[in-house]
């Protein structure tokens, strides 16, 4: 009798050791078969699989492995409990277009929105969202604001072939701070400063010299891209650029490109794609 005993309190010992080996408590069908053959009996693992402390690691063919190796009915009806959630839960959601995948990758990484966004803006080909595409993005608790820059970047949500974008009126006057204006040539320094948009034309203020700041026309403009810096998963595009039509280029830096930010860019870009989207933007190779 004290031997059975002993084998009892062993197979059960075997069984939470097994349980506990991979650093959380996971009873599997391994673990189960080594602590029946151990001698442990039937309401000792019913006690372990029915600790909501412990997860359960298997499916529904290793229920029948378990019958077949004459582990108790009473086991395996408490294992069928604590499985029958999962076995019903149905498969995640997958989206038709693979590239959603890495947008939510984007999403959940902590990347501010107004970088996701701007990269949606530049995809190519145009997103055409079916059903489970939209559902996967939702499930995967995808902004609405980015689903709707991925809904306007296909030909349906866009203006008709040859119609002018609506511009929105802009404000009285935007300020865009955190700027260094790029100055080519070895011995040129680059200056900080900021832009400012009032009406239609943007003009730069020194924040060293007034004598160094200047003003143009933003329907003057042959081309407005960005500089962007390959990076995985995304391009980084701090720097943006103007050329004037038959005149000079103009180039901005993020001021906290070092420490990877590129905000103030980003805010330039969206205004100007809200505030005048019959601009030519893109690189100027295009």
């Not at 010992?13 to 080594?34: D, K, M, P, Q």
């Not at 995948?101 to 997103?127: H, K, M, Y």
Request: include cysteine.
């Amino acid at each position: 009798m004290e031997r059975a005993i002993a084998r009892s309190w062993l197979g059960i010992a075997v069984l939470v050791l097994a349980t506990a080996a991979a650093g959380a408590e996971v009873v599997t069908v391994n673990s189960i078969l080594i602590a029946h053959r151990a001698g442990a009996t039937a309401d000792g693992i019913v006690a372990v699989v029915g600790n909501p402390d412990n997860s359960i690691a298997m499916t529904a063919d290793d229920l029948v492995t378990l019958r077949t190796a004459g582990v108790p009915g009473k086991v395996v009806t408490a294992l069928e409990a604590r499985l029958a959630a999962p076995i019903l839960t149905p498969t995640s959601l997958q989206p038709d277009d693979p590239r959603l995948v890495d947008l939510v990758r984007l999403s959940t990484s902590g990347i501010s929105e107004a970088i996701i966004a701007e990269q949606v803006r530049q995809s190519n080909p145009a997103f055409e969202l079916s059903v489970a595409d939209l559902l996967y993005l939702k499930e995967n608790g995808v902004l609405e604001s980015i689903i709707a820059s991925l809904m306007a970047t296909h030909p349906a949500g866009q203006s008709a072939p040859g119609a002018v974008p609506t511009a929105l009126a802009a404000p009285p006057e935007i300020d865009f701070d955190d700027l260094v204006l790029v100055r080519p040539g070895f011995l040129k320094k680059s200056r900080p400063g900021r832009l400012v948009m009032q009406d239609d034309s943007l003009a730069w203020v020194d924040a060293a010299d007034p004598k160094d700041n200047f003003e143009f026309q933003i329907t003057g403009l042959e081309k407005v891209w960005f500089t962007c810096q390959a990076r995985t998963p995304e391009n980084f595009c701090h720097q943006i650029n103007f050329q004037i039509v038959k005149g000079p280029e103009y180039r901005f830096r993020d001021v906290n490109q070092e420490s990877g930010s590129n905000v103030a860019v980003l805010k330039v870009m969206e205004a100007l794609r809200k505030y005048f989207p019959q601009a030519a933007f893109g690189s100027p190779d295009a």
